[in-house]
C-alpha cells in the first residue's frame, strides 16, 4: 500500500501538503449547461418535466407526480419492515441527535434603555425546509436524521424530503428514519431536477425557504445555482479525518480510523499527523494488514494513495499548527489529555477527543451533527444546526424621547451621505425644534 509520508523539515513541505489538500471536485461548463437546462425546464414544466426526468435519470415508468408521492401508509409500512435492531438503532440516535440539538435553541431578548426605547432580537423559525437524500449506490438514513431533526428542534413547521429511487428500489431505512424525525412529505425523485423543484416549486412539490442535505456533483452544482431563490446549508466536498496521535493508542485502531472516511469514496482524504515516527510505521504496517479484510478494499486504497498521507512532525505544538492549517472536517485527537490539546484547535468541524472517540460515532450516533465543512471551510463555517433553521429580526420601538435624541444624530449623518428624506423624516421626530 502506497500511502504518502511527509515530515515538515522537508525543503518543499508546503508545496506538498499545498498539492495534497487541492480538491478540483467543481462544476465543468457541461454540468452547468445541463443543470441550467434542467433547472429552466422544471420551472417551465414543473411536475411533466420532473416526470420525464425521473423516467430518464432513474429509470422509472411513472405517468404521474402522485406516483412519485410517498403515502403516509407506505412510510409506515417500510418503517415497519425495518429488521427491530435497526429501527431500534434509529431510534436511540435520533433522541441523542435531538437532546444535543435542543441545546442549540436561540432565544429571543429585549431591553429597554432608560429612555423607554426597546431594542432586541426576535428569534422565528423557517416555514418550510427541502431535505435532499442520496440514493442508488449511496442511502444514508443517518444524514435524514441529521438535517430533519435540528430543523424539527428549531420550529421548522414544514419538511419536505426528495429522495431518488433508481429502478424503483426504496430503501426502507430512509423512510423510517423520515418517519422518526418528523419529516412531512417525502417525494421519490432527485438529481438537479429535485433541487429544482424545491426550489421553485411545482404543482406537487412546494417551494421551500432552505434546502440542506448531500448529493452529486449534479446536485451541488444545483444547489449553488439556485441560492438566492433560496438559502442553502453548504456545497460540500469529499470526507475527510485528520488524526493527531501521540504514537499510544493501538494503531490498528488508528488504521481503521482513517479507512473509516477513505470508504467513504476515491476523493476522501485521510491524514495522520505524529510526532513518532516510529508510530507512523506501525500504523503503516497496520493498513497493510488491514486493508485486504475489507469489503471496500479498492475504494479504500485508492483514497489512501491519491489523497492520504502520513505526517511526521517535530512536537506536538507542530502538530497543532499543521491541523489549524488543514482545518479539518472530522479532527480525532487521539493523544494523553485532549481537552488540554482541545483548547488550542482553532479549525475543525468536529473533534473528537481520546483513544476511545472514534469518529465514526459522530457520525451515527454520539449527537452532534455529522454535516461538517469540508475543503478546509472549517475556517470560516460551523456544523449545521438549529440555528441554521432560525432566523434573526431586529426589533427597535422608540419612545417619544428617544426618537428626539436619535432623530438628531440620524440628522446629520443622513445629510452628510446627501439622503435629505432620510434626515427629514428623523427630523420630524425631533422635539422642540
Known sequence: MNIKRLTTSQTDYQKQMDDLLAWEGVSDDQVNATVKDVINNIRQRGDEALVEYTNKFDRMNVSSMQELTFTKEQIDAAYNNVPTDQRQALETAAERVRSYHKHQLMQSWSYTEDDGTLLGQQITALDRVGLYVPGGKATYPSSVLMNAIPAKVAGVEEIVMVVPTPDGVVND?????????????????????AVAALAYGTDTVPCVDKIVGPGNIYVATAKSMVFGRVGIDMIAGPSEILVVCDGKTDPDWIAMDLFSQAE??????????????????K???????????????????????????????????????????????????????????????????????????????????????????????????????????????????????????????????????????????????????
Request: glycine share 8%; net charge negative.
Open 264 to 281: 467513504h469514496d476515491e476523493d476522501a482524504q485521510s491524514i495522520l499527523v505524529s510526532w513518532d515516527g516510529d508510530f507512523l510505521d
Open 173 to 193: 431505512m430512509v423512510l423510517a428514519a423520515a418517519k422518526i424525525a418528523g419529516v412531512d412529505t417525502v417525494f421519490a425523485i432527485g438529481g438537479a431536477q
Open 283 to 433: 500504523v503503516q504496517a497496520s493498513i497493510e494488514k488491514l486493508l485486504p479484510t475489507m469489503n471496500r478494499e479498492d475504494i479504500i486504497s485508492k483514497s489512501l494513495a491519491d489523497r492520504g498521507a502520513l505526517i511526521q512532525v517535530k512536537d506536538e505544538a507542530e502538530a497543532i499548527e499543521v491541523s489549524n492549517f488543514i482545518a479539518p472536517e472530522h479532527l480525532e485527537l487521539s493523544v494523553e489529555d485532549p481537552l488540554v490539546m482541545s483548547k488550542q484547535i482553532k479549525h475543525a468541524g468536529a473533534i473528537f477527543m481520546g483513544r476511545y472517540t472514534a469518529e465514526a460515532l459522530g457520525d451515527y450516533c454520539a449527537g452532534p451533527n455529522h454535516v461538517l465543512p469540508t475543503s478546509r471551510t472549517a475556517r470560516f463555517s460551523s456544523p449545521l444546526g438549529v440555528y441554521d433553521f432560525q432566523k434573526r429580526s431586529s426589533l427597535i420601538m422608540c419612545s417619544a424621547d428617544g426618537a428626539s435624541e436619535l432623530g438628531k444624530v440620524a440628522s446629520v449623518l443622513g445629510r452628510g451621505e446627501s439622503l435629505e428624506a432620510h434626515a427629514r423624516s428623523a427630523e420630524y421626530r425631533i422635539k422642540d425644534k
